[in-house]
Nanobody
Framework: QVQLVESGGGLVQPGGSLRLSCTASGFTFSEYILSWLRQAPGKEIEWVSNVDAVDNRAYYASSVAGRFTASRDNAKNTLYLQMNNLKTEDTAVYYC?????RGQGTSVTVAS
């Protein structure tokens, strides 16, 4: 059974940092592109980042480029999202995804 479990969300002040994790099971983690998505309250789901399977190269939405860093540890079946200089508009539920499989999400709230 394919499973993705996110963790690391919480409440942080603007300008702060958080690191999200996503632990995967039930598939060969190292062979798949992995993604971070987010959904802000009242808005549609938004793509945040992809991390390639082969070379671990990461790609970012323009709204987070330069502030977020996505990475993966294939030995631990874990995907990460380091979020720095957080803004109020980063408030959302963050999901990791592989293909059409998505985790349950972890909530990030950026507020003073």
């Amino acid at each position: 059974q394919v499973q993705l479990v996110e963790s690391g969300g919480g409440l942080v002040q603007p300008g702060g940092s958080l690191r999200l994790s996503c632990t995967a099971s039930g598939f060969t983690f190292s062979e798949y592109i992995l993604s971070w998505l987010r959904q802000a309250p009242g808005k549609e789901i938004e793509w945040v980042s992809n991390v390639d399977a082969v070379d671990n190269r990461a790609y970012y939405a323009s709204s987070v480029a330069g502030r977020f860093t996505a990475s993966r540890d294939n030995a631990k079946n874990t995907l990460y999202l380091q979020m720095n200089n957080l803004k109020t508009e980063d408030t959302a539920v963050y999901y990791c995804a592989s293909g059409n499989i998505r985790g349950q999400g972890t909530s990030v709230t950026v507020a003073s």
